[in-house]
C-alpha cells in the first residue's frame, strides 16, 4: 500500500533551475516525514533535504551543497511535495529520489521505506 511517484528531472544548462515533484498516495504527510535524496554517477545515494511530518511542524534539514540552493515545499492538497532546484552545478548532476520516513521526525537512511522510481537531473553546458 502507498505510492510514491516522482517527475520534473531534466538536462539544465549549469546556472539553471528545475522543480522536481513527488506525489504521495497511501501515506499522510500530516504524520510521517518526507525526503528527497540523491545519487550521482558512480557514488553512493545521499540526502538532500528531509521534513518533519505536519504534526511536527514540518521543519526541514539540508545538506549543507543544498541550502540556499535547494528548496523542499508541500502542497497538502495535491499530496505532493517538491523540491526547488537553483543555482544549479554540474555536481548537482544525480538521479533524485524522494522517499517516506516510517516515522514523524527526520531519521537516518533507514528509515525511509518507500521510494520513487528517481529522476534524472542532468547539468551541463
Known amino acids: 500500500q502507498g505510492q510514491v511517484v516522482e517527475s520534473g528531472g531534466d538536462l539544465v544548462q549549469p546556472g539553471g533551475s528545475l522543480t522536481l515533484s513527488c506525489t504521495v498516495s497511501g501515506f499522510s504527510l500530516d504524520e510521517y516525514a518526507v525526503g528527497w535524496l540523491r545519487q550521482a554517477p558512480g557514488e553512493e545515494r545521499k540526502g538532500v533535504v528531509c521534513m518533519n511530518s505536519e504534526n511536527e511542524g514540518s521543519r526541514s534539514y539540508y545538506a549543507s551543497y543544498a541550502k540556499g540552493r535547494f528548496t523542499i515545499s508541500r502542497d497538502k492538497t495535491k499530496n505532493t511535495v517538491y523540491l526547488h532546484l537553483n543555482s544549479l552545478r554540474p555536481e548537482d548532476t544525480a538521479v533524485y529520489y524522494c522517499?517516506?520516513?516510517?516515522?514523524?521526525?527526520?531519521?537516518?537512511?533507514?528509515?525511509?521505506?518507500?521510494w520513487g522510481q528517481g529522476t534524472q537531473v542532468t547539468v551541463s553546458s
Open positions: 522517499a517516506v520516513q516510517r516515522t514523524n521526525f527526520c531519521q537516518g537512511y533507514s528509515q525511509y521505506h518507500s
